[in-house]
Antibody, heavy 120, light 110 residues
Framework: QAQLVESGGGVAQPGGSLRLSCAASGFSFSSYGMYWVRQAPGKGLDWVAFIRYDGSNKYYADSVKGRFTISRDNSKNTLYLQMNSLRVEDTAVYYC??????????????WGQGTLVTVS | QSVLTQPPSVSAAPGQKVTISCSGSSSNIGNNYVSWYQQVPGTAPKLLIYDNNMRPSGIPDRFSGSKSGTSATLGITGLQTGDEADYYCGTWDGSLSAWVFGGGTKLTVL
């Protein structure tokens, strides 16, 4: 059974940095595209970034482009989100999610429990 | 402002039926599969419907999905108090090269 566990959230100052990790288990991590999705307090779901199964293609929301970097280590079954130049409006619960195929599209069929990032 | 448009809220009595709409464009819903997610407050989202009308294992057939053109609809029959949650539609947008969500719909079972 697929499982995703995020870590690395916490409190950061505006302009600061944080790196989130997402440990995957129960499926062939290296075969699937992966997503980061966030949810600000009391708000809806907001897609952040996508990375192809082999890391060759990455896409970002305009709101984080140039500040956040998505990456993966298939040898460690781990997805990352490096967040730099953090802003107050980046405060949210960050979820990693598994795509249904190797590339973008399809569906997000497994979600982690989320990790809270507070920028203040 | 979300790329996909959903009503902010819907409500119905236990046992009744409700539908939630999701409107988009040719660059997203019109040319890609739609999926639906259920989020009970304080928990992570869960896949409810995929490929427009397919249910993952474990999802009861009270939940259904459909798509026509650039719009999609989630239907829930036999409403239960446990169905109270936020529901989101989502799909890939080829023009934006981005995954897009609707703004979410809060379901209240009166």
């Amino acid at each position: 059974q697929a499982q995703l566990v995020e870590s690395g959230g916490g409190v950061a100052q505006p302009g600061g940095s944080l790196r989130l990790s997402c440990a995957a288990s129960g499926f062939s991590f290296s075969s699937y595209g992966m997503y980061w999705v966030r949810q600000a307090p009391g708000k809806g779901l907001d897609w952040v970034a996508f990375i192809r199964y082999d890391g060759s293609n990455k896409y970002y929301a305009d709101s984080v482009k140039g500040r956040f970097t998505i990456s993966r280590d298939n040898s460690k079954n781990t997805l990352y989100l490096q967040m730099n130049s953090l802003r107050v409006e980046d405060t949210a619960v960050y979820y990693c999610a598994k795509g249904s195929g190797s590339n973008s599209g399809g569906r997000l069929d497994c979600w982690g429990q989320g990790t809270l990032v507070t920028v203040s | 402002q979300s790329v996909l448009t959903q009503p902010p809220s819907v409500s119905a009595a236990p046992g009744q039926k409700v539908t939630i709409s999701c409107s988009g464009s040719s660059s997203n819903i019109g040319n890609n599969y739609v999926s639906w997610y259920q989020q009970v407050p304080g928990t992570a989202p869960k896949l409810l419907i995929y490929d427009n009308n397919m249910r993952p294992s474990g999802i009861p057939d009270r939940f259904s999905g459909s798509k026509s053109g650039t719009s999609a609809t989630l239907g829930i029959t036999g409403l239960q108090t446990g169905d109270e949650a936020d529901y989101y539609c989502g799909t890939w947008d080829g023009s934006l090269s981005a995954w897009v969500f609707g703004g979410g719909t809060k379901l209240t079972v009166l």
